[in-house]
């Protein structure tokens, strides 16, 4: 059974072209569509990476980490900034509220793939 990846962002495409990359790499894939999805989906099972976008609707990708880090299940779990953001206040919110990497959009898959594999431990 491969490692599973939640995949956060309103976007139907890029959560299909991220769960593409990711599959293709022999990840298992959980999509949701913006922080509040991400939080009922997340129900005790084992979450080896949050991959999620600043700007949704609902609630942010900042107050999802922010939430997700208040889950006894899933305080240690690295979660990734995959955005439009460049913005370094936007970044350093990001960080502080507990995001572990920040990547900017338009990305490469291998780039991805790089980032995940530093942050899903064995």
């Known amino acids: 059974m491969g490692k599973l990846i939640m995949i956060v962002d309103d976007s139907a495409s890029l959560r299909q072209v991220v769960g593409i990359a990711l599959k293709g ?3 298992e894939v959980l999509e949701a569509c913006d922080g509040r999805d991400a939080l009922r989906k997340l129900t005790g099972q084992k979450v ?3 991959v999620s976008d600043v700007n949704m609707p609902n609630m942010d990708g900042i107050s999802l980490v922010r939430e997700v880090k208040k889950l006894p299940h899933y305080k240690f779990t690295p979660i990734m900034m995959l955005t439009t953001e460049s913005d370094m206040d936007k970044k350093m919110a990001g960080k502080e509220a507990g995001a572990k ?6 990305f490469q898959p291998p780039t991805l793939l790089d980032a995940v594999a530093k942050l899903v431990l064995p």
């Open 25 to 27: 790499a022999g990840y």
């Open 48 to 50: 080896h990476l949050i």
């Open 101 to 106: 990497a920040w990547l900017v959009k338009p």
